[in-house]
């Protein structure tokens, strides 16, 4: 089994029973874009046994790996990864790829939100070789591999924290980032990268209800409706929570008594943020607001419960 032609990993034994077997690769820790990428395993893989490649020897270690993540594919073949949030209040994001493999970031401070990276990836190449610019942030982050006797589903995940980390020219934190990220396989394949924008949002949403005339009594289930930002997470007192439409409004279900209650409403954002908002209302009909007297809203309010 030939190591790839991206020596960053190479192939040393496969070994262990028939659906059990195990792949022992090194695993070159180096990547250095300015220098073309090819930072191999030192000694090489790749070398006759006994060989040490000469100059300067790149950090490595070794991976014992399920034969399941080891590709033996083209870097076509090699599945790419995905950014988990593309908005993030406490500065992290949270990258996936194939459990064993590992990722190769580029990160640099973008001067607005919805700004484009200095430098656009079109392909693998670019993405491995092209010089840093000012201020980026290059990294190497590993997947956990599964455990010997795992079973091999689904993505890894590992976090990236990126604010902590890339900043701009001055060393002072960003509000938005450009991320690149490419898959490195356990023999040493290559994927095609992604590109994504990443804010830092730690503005709460603001939440605000009507307060319905008419809503069914209690024990059937009512509606509030009301407004918030698009895609939030909006409950009432706590209760299951409804995705805000794209037109900024909700309807959320709640059991209400034929008289005044407070509603807490809560609306989370996808970076985490929380807006509350207060809503009175009444199961029924609203005697506040048809005009009532507060003696007399009080005597109808007697009769509903009476009954």
């Known amino acids: 089994m030939?190591?790839?032609?991206?020596?960053?990993?190479?192939?040393?034994?496969?070994?262990?029973?028939?659906?059990?077997?195990?792949?022992?690769?090194?695993?070159?820790?180096?990547?250095?874009?300015?220098?073309?990428?090819?930072?191999?395993?030192s000694p090489s893989a790749a070398s006759p046994s006994g060989a040490w490649r000469p100059g300067w020897s790149?950090?490595?270690?070794?991976?014992?790996l399920p034969t399941e993540?080891?590709?033996?594919?083209?870097?076509?073949?090699?599945?790419?990864?995905?950014?988990?949030?593309?908005?993030?209040a406490d500065g992290r994001i949270q990258l996936h790829g194939p459990p064993g493999s590992r990722?190769?970031?580029?990160s640099v401070v973008l001067p607005a939100p919805g700004s484009v990276m200095t430098f656009?990836?079109?392909?693998?190449?670019?993405?491995?070789?092209?010089?840093?610019?000012?201020?980026?942030?290059?990294?190497?982050l590993d997947l956990p591999a599964p455990a010997a006797g795992a079973a091999v589903a689904g993505m890894g995940s590992v976090d990236f924290e990126i604010r902590a980390i890339v900043s701009d020219v001055n060393g002072l934190p960003a509000e938005s980032w450009g991320v690149m990220v490419a898959t490195l396989d356990s023999m040493g394949a290559v994927s095609d990268p992604v590109s994504a924008t990443v804010v830092w949002d730690v503005v709460a949403p603001?939440?605000?209800a009507e307060t319905p005339l008419v809503t069914a009594p209690w024990p059937f289930e009512g509606s509030i409706h009301g407004t918030s930002e698009a895609g939030t997470q909006v409950r009432a007192?706590?209760?299951?929570?409804?995705?805000?439409?794209?037109?900024?409004?909700?309807?959320?279900?709640?059991?209400?008594?034929?008289?005044?209650?407070?509603i807490e409403l809560s609306s989370t954002d996808p970076s985490g943020n929380v807006g509350t908002a207060e809503v009175s209302v009444m199961g029924g009909v609203d005697l506040r607001q048809v005009g009532l007297s507060q003696h007399e809203a009080g005597q109808v309010l007697l009769a509903q419960v009476a009954t």
């Open 2 to 41: 030939a190591a790839s032609s991206w020596l960053s990993t190479g192939f040393l034994g496969e070994y262990g029973p028939p659906g059990e077997r195990r792949v022992l690769t090194t695993v070159g820790v180096d990547w250095y874009p300015y220098m073309g990428a090819n930072q191999a395993p």
């Open 237 to 262: 007192d706590g209760g299951p929570p409804v995705v805000v439409g794209s037109d900024g409004t909700f309807d959320v279900g709640v059991q209400l008594a034929p008289w005044p209650q407070t």
């Open 58 to 64: 790149s950090w490595f270690g070794l991976a014992d």
């Open 120 to 140: 656009a990836v079109r392909d693998r190449q670019t993405f491995l070789t092209t010089e840093p610019t000012e201020g980026e942030f290059v990294t190497m």
């Open 206 to 208: 603001t939440v605000s």
């Open 69 to 88: 993540v080891v590709s033996r594919g083209s870097d076509a073949a090699v599945s790419p990864p995905t950014v988990d949030a593309l908005a993030s």
């Open 103 to 106: 990722l190769l970031v580029r």
